[in-house]
């Protein structure tokens, strides 16, 4: 069954848009466009260098999304589509295209359909390279839509495409986002999925192509052609991410539109940019893709921050710089300094350290460590024994501390709104209560760097025949305020493991697969060991900071995640003994206290989390 919108019906909406939201200053409608071998059109915006010369030909940076796309313009409301032209403007072609079904293309819209990756690969070689002003050089850049798409376009193979800069990443629908550890996420997913993708393919495609145009015969055409494709859009209802959303276990659905299935097909060189906190397409995707793409140069860059702090638009000095100088180096534009000891053409990872904003308000980073693996290659695995006590101990578990500690897992508390910002904590969620367990180190003696994915291992029992577990990485400062460093869940059901498809480190697990097809009631009472994937994190532990665990139920709203509850409330008790030892494995780096700048105050990290009162 499919869906034909009425044009009438979208040109209402849309007028009623500018009621209430005013025009636009400009009033372009840019678009070209470019004929698929199935005849469904696609818009694009191809912006010439300022200073252009008919005599020169230009490599181009390619950014293909559902947002503005075609219409992307100086006055577009997507910030990140006028910085691609702006900073790249001197000395390549800029072209932005939207995806079928958005904006001004036709065609039926399917999200993250992998037709979307071989409309890239046409518009790349079958149209860009054609061009008088093309020198045949093509790169992506792509920041989270942009970048989820510029990363299957890539894995389409275009003989053209020269290199990848693309960050804001999801590898897997199924686990990165929607179901993580089998937990229903319907915050963000939903909201994106059912409110913000439209509105911003609306407000930023759709109108500015459809209602605002030049009066020359040219731009009058591109608005005429604009209409006429949105006769042409169409959906398939089963296929809908809303309504493929409501399944709670994995299936084919989500693996055709997971990037990580495409991920070994990439033959150019491949940057990406991860932030450890990115509130929206979340913390697992962009390591996990980094570590599938084989037998190319790559690099990383992973740095504390939000979804923004990837944004070519609001990226600090550090990581712009990186990404312009890998698209530069792959186009031979000679423009700026190499970047990176490990330099662009083998595989390389910097971490940035305690990242923040200095005087002038751009954002900097304390320090850095350079590796060429992930999980990096200098990885001390060290397992953090959980102690009846409270006690969280590297190597053996303290003297004194087996036995059981017991929660009750069901009353869903809030964890903290991104919105209401990074420093904001009500009792409720932040005091210490029977519906939580604690576990905390002794305080460090020297600084400690935690780089990487991480496990936690639990021993537990439980009442019910399923129970959902949430566990939260803190760094406890000696004045008591705790900034929230990074979680994983599980749901206890979906707790098997495939070995096979498992990442390891040597015998270190730290990446569980798991098939999440054929969820397993537990037995009441029986204690079972579960596996938790804790989410990578890349902090500094400062001299007298303890590094603490907190084990409960997910919470009711996480940043904008909102985790619903699926199983009825429960008593769950942790094990802590020889035989049944419940554990965090953290993954330490070696790093020189003189690499560092001074200790930050709370709050001050780029988007992470810290509560100055905790119990306040």
Request: net charge negative; proline share 8%.
């Amino acid at each position: 069954m499919e869906l034909v919108p009425a044009l009438g019906a979208v040109i209402g909406l849309l007028a009623a848009l500018l009621v209430v939201h005013g025009a636009p200053q400009a009033a372009a409608a840019p678009n070209t466009y470019v004929t698929m071998p199935d005849g469904v059109e696609i818009a694009l915006n191809v912006r010439l260098p300022d200073d252009y010369q008919e005599d020169r030909t230009y490599p181009t940076v390619f950014e293909m999304s559902g947002y503005d796309g075609g219409s992307a313009s100086e006055d577009s409301p997507i910030e990140g589509s006028r910085q691609l032209t702006e900073r790249f403007n001197e000395d390549y072609v800029t072209i932005h295209a939207s995806i079928r079904g958005t904006g001004c293309s036709g065609g039926e819209f399917d999200l993250f359909s992998y037709q979307t990756a071989e409309d890239g690969r046409y518009i790349i070689d079958e149209w860009i390279a054609q061009q008088p002003w093309s020198n045949g050089d093509v790169a992506i850049m792509g920041h989270s839509y942009g970048g989820i798409t510029g990363f299957m376009v890539a894995s389409a193979q275009p003989e053209h495409l020269r290199a990848i800069t693309v960050s804001g990443l999801i590898d897997d629908l199924y686990r990165g986002i929607v179901y993580p550890g089998g937990v229903v996420n319907y915050g963000f997913p939903l909201l994106w999925a059912g409110g913000l993708r439209p509105a911003m393919d609306l407000g930023g495609g759709v109108l500015p192509g459809l209602l605002f145009a030049e009066s020359d015969e040219e731009f009058a055409e591109r608005q005429q052609r604009c209409a006429t494709n949105q006769l042409t859009k169409r959906r398939t209802v089963l296929d809908d991410p809303l309504l493929q959303g409501l399944n709670q276990t994995d299936s084919e659905w989500y693996r055709t539109r997971s990037s990580v299935t495409y991920a070994d097909r990439i033959e150019v060189p491949v940057h990406i940019t991860h932030a450890y906190q990115d509130e929206q397409t979340g913390p697992r995707g962009a390591p996990h893709l980094w570590e599938k793409v084989d037998g190319v140069p790559k690099r990383m860059l992973l740095t504390n921050g939000d979804h923004a702090t990837q944004n070519p638009a609001a990226a600090g000095p550090e990581v712009w710089r990186d990404r312009v100088a890998w698209i530069d180096h792959f186009t031979g534009v000679e423009r700026t300094p190499e970047f990176g000891p490990a330099g662009v053409g083998r595989t390389s990872v910097t971490t940035l350290l305690e990242t923040h904003r200095d005087g002038d308000g751009e954002l900097t980073s304390n320090g850095r460590i350079d590796s060429t693996e992930f999980p990096l290659e200098n990885t001390d695995w060290t397992d953090f024994h959980l102690g009846a006590d409270g006690s969280l101990t590297p190597g053996q578990a303290a003297p004194g501390s087996e036995g059981t500690s017991t929660y009750l897992s069901g009353t869903r508390r809030q964890a903290w709104s991104y919105h209401l910002g990074p420093a904001v904590g009500a009792p409720l969620s932040t005091a210490d209560a029977p519906d939580e367990l604690t576990y905390r180190t002794e305080p460090v003696d020297e600084p400690t760097a935690l780089v990487g994915p991480m496990t936690a291992t639990l021993h537990l029992s439980s009442t019910g025949v399923d129970t959902e577990l949430f566990v939260q990485l803190i760094d406890e400062a000696p004045d008591g305020s705790r900034s929230y460093l990074q979680r994983g869940l599980l749901k206890a059901s979906h707790r098997s493991i495939d070995d096979t498809r498992s990442d390891y480190d040597g015998d270190v697990l730290y990446r569980p697969w798991r098939p999440h097809t054929n969820p397993q009631p537990i037995t009441p009472g029986e204690v079972e060991e579960y596996v938790i994937e804790v989410f990578p994190v890349g902090h500094v532990l400062r001299p007298g900071h303890r590094l603490m665990v907190k084990v409960s139920a997910p919470p009711a709203l996480d940043s904008v995640y909102a985790y619903v509850p699926t199983t009825a409330p429960s008593i769950n008790t942790v094990h802590h003994s020889s035989e049944h030892p419940s554990r965090l494995t953290v993954p330490l780096q070696p790093i020189d206290s003189g690499d560092l700048g001074p200790a930050l105050p709370c709050g001050a990290q780029e988007a992470v989390r810290c509560v100055a009162e905790p119990n306040g």
